[in-house]
């Protein structure tokens, strides 16, 4: 098993971090540039920033506040939210991102994905998934931060995402977000299985034990969590060590 990466996630709205529940009641969570600070001492081994209501608002991702971040943050990072086109990516990258992360834009023209990868390297290319669950047990992906189904099937489409060359998979479990109540595991594995590159779990978790059944049940490859580490519930440190504790590595150096 290679190392299993822990990623906070900076949920971007107004220009300052939030937290929901179900993508809804968001809460303020703190200055992004200073949350990225502490992450990256604290031994984050990336970090996510969405930037959630830029393609409902039309717009793209706040530059400024990316160059900030990426000046704080020693670690690689990747950013989402309004990624529209080509120029786009590139002017995040630009900016100072690692990677990029497209979720509706893929959904609308899929062929981006290819050129994406094409232009830029496939491992810099996350496509994010936002899932939710079917009354038959499947999943459909939802798009314009969760705002719009997109009649796709999940894993159909994590499937798709890879052939045309996305470097991994940003899978977050619509029903799930904010819980604390699991990662949904059963969503985790079927894409997981269905698929070679790596997937990000997010989405749910609530205990130290949810790391380690997305990982070791899920076959993640990396836990993301936003609200226990914006609110000092746990640390990362708290969730590598158990990890570590449970036979799964990880990078401990800070």
Known sequence: MQQVRVIPCLDMMGGRVVKGVNFVNMKDAGDPVEIAAVYSKAGADELVFLDITATQQGRGTLLDLVKKTAEQAAVPFAVGGGIRDLADMEAVLKAGADKVSVNSAALKRPELISEAAARFGSQRIVVAIDAKRRSDGGYDVYMNGGSVNANRD???????????????ILLTSMDKDGTKDGYDIELTRAVSQAVKIPVIASGGAGKLEHFAEAVLEGGASAVLAAS???????SIMDVKRYLMSKGIPVRMEC
């Open 154 to 168: 999940v894993v159909e489409w994590a499937r798709e995402v890879e052939s045309l060359g996305a470097g991994e």
């Open 228 to 234: 226990l580490f914006h609110y000092g519930e746990y």
